[in-house]
């Protein structure tokens, strides 16, 4: 759950890097609040879930982008590279590829790398 916190406090940070873990710990938890939303609404009937349903997806917009962008620092890769995912198929395939890639080591031109312990954070 703290992955997911710190993705919404970083709500709209697109440069440096972001660990897999926090993307896909990300990824997680906002899946399964969009399907505990989208079952509400199904099961109820009452549109008030579906309102929630999408001023939540709109709310996570900026911020689910934003980490898509910094893992996709992590890996090397500029944050141009979200646009494959309108190639049909093979963008969407490629961009998973790079999700699922380890870190780069060290630090590239995006930043450190997020695994490395840096001294700032040590009081954490």
Do not use: C
Not at 27 to 37: D, G, H, T, V
Not at 58 to 72: G, H, N
Not at 75 to 87: D, E, P, V
């Amino acid at each position: 759950m703290n992955w997911y916190i710190e993705v919404m406090e970083k709500y709209a940070v697109f440069n440096g890097r972001a660990s897999r873990s926090e993307y896909w710990y990300f990824a997680l938890f906002n899946s399964i609040i969009i399907l505990f939303l989208f079952i509400l609404w199904k099961v109820t009937g009452h549109i008030i879930f579906d309102i929630i349903y999408f001023w939540y997806s709109l709310a996570v917009l900026i911020p689910a982008t934003a980490v898509f962008v910094r893992r996709l620092h992590d890996t090397n890769h500029s944050g141009w590279w979200l646009l494959l995912a309108l190639i049909p198929i093979l963008g969407p395939i490629v961009l998973l590829v790079f999700l699922i890639k380890d870190s780069d080591a060290g630090t590239n031109q995006y930043g450190p790398n997020p695994k490395m312990p840096n001294p700032k954070n040590s009081l954490r």
